[in-house]
Structures are given as C-alpha cells and as structure tokens.
C-alpha cells in the first residue's frame, strides 16, 4: 500500500508541470476587466433595446475601475441601470453613430504646404487617401495588404462595395468621384472581397470591410509626406487608453486614444441599421469626420521602442460627432487572409 502511495505521488508530481503548460493564461488588463466584460455580455441585449442607447462597451469609470459604458443618442434616455452585477455603469452621450462615408471639406488650412488627402496623387498612390467605388462618394484607403502574391487595397465595404451592392471585379478609384476620380482614367484596382453586412439590430456584423486587387505600380504603402509613414505589419490589440493615430481623407493626421473596447453598437447606413459586436471606441471626436471611413488606426508609441510604433490597431468605418468606431484589424486580415504589406 505504501509503495503505491509512494508511486501515486510520483506520478502526481511529475503530471503537475504538464498540467500547468496547458492551464488557460491569466486576463490580461487590470483586475475585473474580463467580469465586466462578461457581464456587459450578459446585458447588451437589453440594454440595447432601450429606446435612445446607441451602444454598450468596457472602459474605465472616474476612479480607474473597469465600468460598463452605455452610449447613448440623447441625454433624455431613462431606465438605465447604475450597476450590473456590481459593476459600475458609466452613460455617456454619443449621438447616433452612422458609418462615415460622406465626406467633408478638410479642416483648416495647414500652416506649411501639404499634401491634400483628396488630391488624384501620382501612381503608386499612397494610403490614408480619397478612394471608391464610382457608385459611393469618397473613402480612405487604409493600408496596402497582400496574401504573399498579389497586394490589394483594403477599406470598407461601404467605401468598395457600396454597402452590399457592388459586383466583384468593379473598379476602385483615386480619387474618390466626390473628389473628381472617374473611370477608368482614375481606376486603381478592382474590387476583389468583401464581408456583407447585414442590415439588422439582432445581427453579430464584426467587420466593414473590402479588398481592391491592386499592383504596386498602382498602389503603395506609406502614408503622404505629412502622416505617420508605413504601418507595421505586425499588429497590436486594442488596449483602453492606448494612444492611437490614423491618417485619412477628410482630416488628416490625427491622435486620439482608445476609450472602450468590446464594444456593441448600432450603426446607421443609407441601406438601414446594423449592429457591430466587439469594436473599438475611440476620443476625441476630432479624430475623424465623413469621409475618413477606412482609414488604418495605428499605435501612437511616441518616445516607446520604434518597434512598437504604427502597429495596426483597428480599421475605421463609423462614428458621431463625439466617438469614432473601428473593427479590430485581426478580425479584417483574418476574414480575407491577408497581412499588412508594411514594415
């Protein structure tokens, strides 16, 4: 009996790192970010169907704790909890978010002489840019990806494929037809892929996006002169607070930081309401404006080790007049099976 205790216990030692290899890694944020993501889960479906409450998501509440946010449209928004489940409900107003494709004139005028993002730029054109679909107004090109053979343009579906309704093999434009692009003089590549959306509140939409089949004597992968350069081609997960920065038709180069993550949303488009599940909010509403709509998010590690620098975060697709919405950059190359075509 006791040479097989003995030879029990042997056996239980030696098992006990093996198990440990296998053992599910700890969450990673600060303490209580996953339960408040769990129970935001649990919620978002009656949360959402409050008249007025544009989205739910995890950030962080006045004293630093993971907190539910709830958006909503107006400030007049009744029935909403202070809590759930003991986590603290932060309610801010957003506005109604609405998928960014119409543009607008750019901001001020820069100080120096620029590149103007809604120019036609010599071929290779250079991301961050006026791009489309004849049929759409004007997007941005978010960033030059490749399966390792061709390289594509990547934006969104509602900038490419005119929300579900364009064919496969349609030109893309620099640039955009708002912005004087027509074809074929201004044909850049052609439509090759996109998600659908599905235009309904109880649908689980993670990605607006599309691919452009392109060649490099057509299409580069820096941003113009005055942006942030070449994205990484490796990427970052969304972080809350992380620092982030975009270059895009309508503004330009802007900064702003991550300010929930795993978020819900309603987004209005012109072919009616989608819901998105797992986005990115980002602050200030300054970082983008009609028109930016498929532009590349990257980190913004100012004074960090360069290799942390312009990872791709996020792909830009919606947002209001206070927040910007992007889709998580992994979910849009994993969907087409491409990466980055960066540095």
């Not at 739910?56 to 539910?68: E, M, T």
Request: aromatic share 8%.
């Amino acid at each position: 009996m006791r040479k097989f205790f003995l030879f029990a216990m042997i056996c239980l030692l030696l098992a006990w790192p093996v198990a440990s290899v296998y053992a599910a890694p700890p969450p990673s944020g600060p303490p209580g970010l996953e339960r408040a993501i769990e129970v935001k889960e649990r919620h978002e479906k009656a949360l959402l169907g409050i008249p007025g409450v544009a989205g739910a998501a995890v950030g962080f509440d006045g004293y630093n704790r993971p907190s539910i946010i709830i958006f909503t449209e107006t400030r007049q928004v009744h029935g909403l909890p202070e809590s759930l489940e003991g986590v603290a409900v932060v309610v801010r107003v957003s506005g109604k978010f609405v998928a960014l494709p119409k543009p607008e004139n750019p901001g001020k005028p820069p100080k120096e002489p620029s590149p103007d993002p809604t120019a036609r730029f010599e071929r290779p054109v250079p991301i961050g840019v006026s791009t489309g679909h004849p049929a759409i107004t004007a997007g941005t090109i978010g960033a030059r990806v490749t399966d390792g053979t061709n390289v594509y343009a990547l934006s969104n579906n509602h900038v490419y494929a005119n929300e579900n309704k364009a064919a496969i093999g349609d030109p893309v434009l620099q640039p955009g037809t708002y912005d004087g692009g027509t074809a074929p003089a201004d044909t850049i590549g052609y439509l090759f892929d996109f998600e659908p959306i599905v235009f309904s509140t109880d649908a689980s939409n993670v990605i607006d996006a599309a691919i452009a089949l392109s060649s490099t004597s057509l299409l580069g992968n820096a941003t113009p002169s005055d942006g942030y350069g070449t994205p990484k081609s490796s990427t970052a997960p969304a972080s809350i607070n992380m620092k982030v920065k975009k270059y895009g038709r309508t503004t330009g180069l802007t900064n702003g930081q991550v300010y929930a993550i795993e978020a819900t949303v309603n987004v209005g488009y012109d072919a009616g309401v989608a819901r998105f599940v797992h986005q990115i909010i980002i602050t200030p509403g300054t970082f983008s404006a009609g028109g930016d709509s498929g532009s590349l998010i990257v980190t913004d590690a100012k004074g960090k080790n360069v290799s942390d620098r312009n990872k791709p975060v996020g792909l830009l697709f919606a947002g209001s007049s206070l927040f910007t919405i992007a889709n998580p950059i992994d979910s849009v190359l994993s969907r087409f099976g491409m990466i980055i075509d960066g540095e």
